[in-house]
């Protein structure tokens, strides 16, 4: 089993960052591609950005790109989503997600047999 735990969220106003972290535990000897997601109010849950095992690969939603960066640190068993000019559209719960990749340099969109963390709200007034 692996933990998943995001911090960092909070209250911004347009226009500005926030820099949210999701740490790992528990069996973390294995090797996850990552993923962040987010749920908006009576919305579904959406695909915000992924990242491989090694870092190499990312992909983002085209609502997120040129905005947002997903990164990792493995010795640190932490992913990283650094969330520039944030917009109020993009206030949700953010989520991040784990999932056993086929490759050290795969990337996914979708993790429904992975592993996720609780959330963290995160809320851009305008």
């Known amino acids: 089993q692996v933990q998943l735990v995001e911090s960092g969220g909070g209250l911004v106003q347009a226009g500005e960052s926030l820099r949210l972290s999701c740490a790992a535990s528990g069996r973390t000897s294995g090797n996850y591609a990552m993923g962040w997601f987010r749920q908006a109010p009576g919305k579904e849950r959406e695909f915000v950005a992924a990242?491989?095992?090694?870092?190499?690969?990312?992909y983002y939603a085209d609502s997120v790109k040129g905005r947002f960066t997903i990164s990792r640190d493995n010795a640190k068993n932490t992913v990283y989503l650094q969330m520039n000019s944030l917009k109020p559209e993009d206030t949700a719960v953010y989520y991040c997600a784990a999932r056993t990749p086929d490759s050290a340099h795969s990337y996914y969109t979708r993790y429904e047999n992975g592993y996720w963390g609780q959330g963290t709200q995160v809320t851009v007034s305008s």
């Open positions: 990242i491989s095992w090694s870092g190499t690969n990312t």
